[in-house]
């Protein structure tokens, strides 16, 4: 195992929430009964580097704008604090303010000429950063209609960073939908439509620890395959893709690895 590139050189993340539940559903709670506090819905803050697929980070729990600023300082500190990052997601309301508020930079405007006040300070994204949303209008469980929108970045930057993507072509959000998709399947406590479901609250975060970043060494995605000079497919998991190791991991190999405190 080679640790030859950390942090991962990301340049494009695509964030979203993942739904499942603990014990039963919301609707179903009864605020009056202590054994309730921890149980209902749940969401998984997930950050995909769109053209690695790895799992840059994840925060479990309630669908919270604190939440989903600690997965932005989450994104921002496992790359480096680099801020020439493109981020895509859905309308979720808070993810523009949690952009804003980890990665903004306090500039003061220059006072204009004759009396008064200096103006105050105000938070500013760095013009390195972009972030773009997208929307989708579903009719009978179809898509019939996509709407993008640049929420902070110019057109140009914007351009430049879909010019350089080896995975988009425009703003969208696909890669971190495959993996909603992919951690269902390897999780069958977050399957839908089926008897199983966590009990347990602490469980639940740890088998979505587990499985959401073993995935990132342990299983090897079909669209990140290389073909060797003999011809053969090479295949490669999201780590290996963006550099964090040289191999696929073996299940033992992950659960024996040494866990360190950040």
């Not at 209609?145 to 879909?162: C, N």
Request: overall charge positive; glycine content about 6%.
């Amino acid at each position: 195992m080679s640790w030859f590139l950390f942090p991962p050189q990301t340049k494009e993340v695509q964030v979203d929430e993942k739904w499942s539940f603990v014990g039963k559903k919301e609707k179903m709670l009864d605020p009056s009964k202590p054994e309730d506090l921890e149980k209902g819905d749940l969401w998984d803050h997930t950050a995909i580097d769109a053209e690695s697929r790895l799992l840059l980070a994840m925060i479990p729990g309630k669908r919270t704008a604190e939440n989903t600023e600690t997965l932005i300082e989450e994104v921002k500190k496992r790359t480096g604090e680099r801020p020439d990052i493109f981020f895509t997601s859905d309308e979720h309301a808070p993810y523009e303010g949690a952009i804003k508020k980890v990665y903004g930079v306090k500039v003061t405007p220059p006072k204009k000429p004759g009396p008064g006040r200096k103006p105050n300070p105000a938070t500013v994204v760095p013009p390195e950063l972009c972030y773009a949303t997208v929307r989708k209008t579903r009719k009978e469980g179809r898509v019939v209609q996509v709407i993008r929108k640049l929420i902070f970045g110019t057109l140009v930057l914007l351009a430049s960073f879909l010019a350089e993507s080896t995975a988009s072509g425009t703003i969208n959000t696909s890669f971190v939908e495959r993996n909603n998709g992919t951690d269902r399947g390897q999780n069958a406590r977050k399957r839908r439509k089926t008897y199983c479901f966590s009990k347990n609250l602490d469980i639940h975060i740890s088998v979505s620890y587990f499985v959401g970043y073993g995935y990132n060494f342990m299983w090897p995605v079909r669209t990140l395959e290389l073909k060797g000079s003999d011809g053969k497919k090479i295949q490669r998991t999201p780590a290996m893709a963006a550099g964090l190791t040289d191999h696929v991991w073996t299940l033992i190999e992950w659960c024996t690895f040494p866990a360190l405190s950040s």
